[in-house]
């Protein structure tokens, strides 16, 4: 033990004559690792967030398609529906996309048919008559609105339609509602001009969620027109939607991880003269090959294991108290309405050992290999380099 | 003595790190009820996705857009394939081309 003890104060002396090198060798070290796991938090806390909310979405959408391309679907369809056996409620949906010239974002307007209760992350009320509406946190601060006041909106005529604010939805659910605009109906449908026999799609309730297959290849073979969505396939896109290996972010950040590779390389196995000569001195008063290898490996394990632990750290506290501040610029892309990140911190811990085993072993191994190399030649002709 | 101070700060991050975890342990549970209440949004609201880049339909809505459907863009959106950053754009062919008449 007393020998392991002196070889690590001998390895911390040494990288402290080198101390300006191996302090920013460990600051790009941790914040390369400290990108890396935001990335790999970011990815993860979202789409486990979707597995546990979306597990309310619809059994299963059918989408009516034209020319290759979503259209509106007639209302006549959920009678067609209805006679499949094993199907609950089968409701129209309506909703769609408002760009306003004014904010220069792009709202959900989504239309309900009925008096919604019981939404706990709403200040205020759901819209219970036509003329009213609810909105995200996102659309009332782009337009500077809240409870009690008018939101004016464009309609498919060109003229302006008035919806009195009777609800906002708080922060807490802006990964859901921050860019909606709930309305009754009706009143999507005039915003719109929507036919009256038409609606966006159609929601099925499937009584038993094995039965879900059959029935949505039922309804295509029933109506070949349309495109039956089930929930297992939008949970599954969020899955791969937050695919960090994908990830325009991590493609951005290739270029810097490759040159960090190439520096840790260099450094870790390019080992200098006066390493060289360090180790030929070293064997000659007396160090065994097991000795300096100990040595190499307490260097790479000080370097490498700093970065990494401070690295992780700066990465948790970005993502799940900065909310993500320093990659948002890059995820935010065109959008104007965006919400910030409030993200639950979901971390998987599978994830810290695969980051541990991808940045300090790799680093220990490659500072090992080139001194074994120096240390089992003659001590004479290691100190001459 | 260099050591102890080496080893001291790095059971200190293992430290920080467990804390962080275990914190983060106690905000998913005392989330539930948000979660709950989130879970009753998406389905009173029949939701089916993130409302998060709210740039294009395929980012707003990626579980219900028609990915399959092709030149699904709009002007001076950002590219989604690698190969327009590299692509100029194409000659103007003259016989195409409306001139006004001098």
Redesign the interface.
């Known amino acids: 033990m007393q020998r392991h003890r002196k070889i690590l104060e001998y390895a911390l002396s040494s990288l402290l004559r080198r101390k300006y090198k191996n302090i920013a060798l460990i600051a790009v070290f941790s914040f390369i690792v400290a990108v890396l796991s935001s990335v790999l938090f970011l990815t993860h806390a979202l789409q486990t967030e979707a597995e546990n909310i979306l597990v309310e979405a619809p059994e299963l959408i059918v989408q009516k398609v034209a020319g290759g391309r979503h259209d509106l679907i007639p209302v006549a369809y959920t009678k067609r529906i209805k006679m499949i056996p094993g199907i609950g409620k089968v409701t129209p949906r309506y909703w769609g996309y408002y760009y306003d010239s004014l904010t220069g974002g792009n709202y959900t307007i989504l239309g309900v048919d009925r008096e919604i209760e019981g939404l706990t992350l709403l200040e205020g009320d759901m819209p219970i008559e036509t003329g009213e509406c609810a909105i995200g946190k996102g659309v009332a601060a782009a337009r500077r609105i809240s409870v009690g006041e008018e939101l004016v909106l464009t309609d498919g005529k060109g003229a302006f339609s008035m919806f009195t604010v009777t609800g906002v939805f708080s922060a807490a659910s802006e990964l859901l509602t921050n860019d909606l605009v709930v309305l009754f109906y009706e009143d999507i449908v005039r915003l719109f001009d929507m036919p009256a026999d038409k609606a966006t799609d159609i929601v099925v309730e499937v009584f038993n969620d094995t039965e879900t297959p059959v029935v949505a290849r039922t309804i295509q073979r029933l109506l070949p027109d349309t495109r039956p969505i089930m929930k297992s396939e939008i949970i599954r896109t969020y899955s791969t939607v937050f695919n960090w290996r994908s990830g325009l972010v991590l493609t951005m950040f290739f270029g810097a991880l490759v040159a960090f590779c190439i520096l840790a390389w260099d450094k870790a196995t390019g080992l200098s003269a006066e390493e060289r000569q360090e180790i030929g001195i070293l064997k000659a008063i007396g160090w065994e090959t097991a000795n300096i290898l100990e040595l190499k490996f307490w260097e790479g394990v000080i370097v490498s294991l700093t970065s990494y632990l401070t690295g992780v750290i700066l990465a948790y506290l970005h993502i799940f108290y900065l909310g993500g501040s320093f990659l948002s610029p890059a995820l935010k892309g065109w959008s104007v309405i965006f919400p910030s990140f409030r993200l639950t911190p979901y971390v998987s811990v599978q994830q810290i050992f695969i980051l541990l085993f991808l940045t300090v072993l790799p680093y220990v191994a490659s500072t090992i290999i080139p001194s074994w190399k120096a240390a089992i030649t003659d001590p004479d002709a290691a100190m001459r380099g | ?3 102890p101070f ?1 080893i001291g ?2 059971v200190l ?2 430290a ?2 467990l804390i ?2 275990l ?2 342990q106690v ?2 549970r005392a ?1 539930q009820p ?2 709950e ?19 294009a ?1 395929y ?8 990915l ?3 030149f ?1 863009d709009f002007p001076s ?2 590219d989604h394939f690698p190969a327009g950053s590299i692509m100029a754009p194409g000659k103007i062919n003259g016989a195409t081309r409306l001139e006004p008449k001098k």
């Open positions: 003595m260099k050591h080496f700060l790095i991050e293992i920080v790190v962080l975890l914190a983060g905000g998913i989330q948000q979660r209440a989130k879970r009753r949004i998406v389905h009173q609201l029949m939701l089916t996705d993130f409302a998060l880049w709210t740039e339909r980012t707003r809505n990626p579980s219900q857009a028609d399959f459907t092709p699904q959106a950002i």
